[in-house]
């Protein structure tokens, strides 16, 4: 037996909670962090240099960074949590910053990270819903993100929750530029 097995060993394996979520608080940049540089690196480790997104999580995941977004107003997040309080994903909005035409109406999904065991249960769905539902209640009519164009999963899942393209950004990860689709749709 392997080191770790034991009995319940294929439950812990195949059965995986449906994490809760829950609004963020400003003690919760470090978790933010943590699950924005993991998540990051899984999705992109095998596409950027090693360097390059080393240094980029170190940057733009950190828990100062976090901390400030959390303190700003018209920024919002929302962090999934298992059983345990574990932090597995969040989802954050604010105002956009994307090479797009921006209406009144429109807010940006900055962010929405999720470890890898943990989608396709829905979290990443939910996750979705507290967002456009979030950006409704505050008068938003569309909500904009962007996301690399080689990542088909995402992608793939944008394109279920009704994300169409509506623009294309240039983004930088170190010395190399990417091509980002700028997708929205309305909320």
């Avoid at 507290?130 to 992608?155: C, H, I, M, P, S």
């Avoid at 929750?161 to 509506?166: I, K, R």
């Avoid at 530029?177 to 909320?187: K, Q, T």
């Amino acid at each position: 037996m392997h080191r770790g097995q034991g009995p319940g060993f294929d439950r812990f394996m195949t059965s995986i909670p449906i994490p809760t979520l829950r609004a963020c608080s400003r003690d919760d940049a470090l978790a933010l962090a943590q699950i924005g540089q993991a998540t990051f690196l899984d999705a992109y480790a095998d596409v950027l240099p090693g360097a390059d997104i080393l240094a980029h999580c170190q940057t733009q995941n950190s828990p100062a960074l976090y901390a400030e977004w959390l303190a700003r107003p018209g920024y919002r997040f929302w962090l999934a949590e298992t059983a345990t309080g574990a932090p597995v994903g969040f989802a954050m909005t604010c105002p956009p910053d994307l090479p797009v035409a921006i209406e009144p109406g429109d807010v940006e999904l900055k962010r929405i990270y999720l470890l890898h065991r943990f989608q396709g249960t829905g979290t990443g769905a939910a996750l979705m819903a507290r967002a456009l539902e979030a950006a409704k209640a505050d008068g938003f009519q569309r909500l904009l993100l962007g996301v690399y164009a080689e990542n088909t999963g995402a992608l793939g899942f944008y394109a279920r929750q009704g994300f169409t393209q509506v623009g294309v950004r240039t983004f930088r990860v170190g010395a190399n530029d990417y091509d980002d689709l700028v997708l929205g749709r309305g909320v």
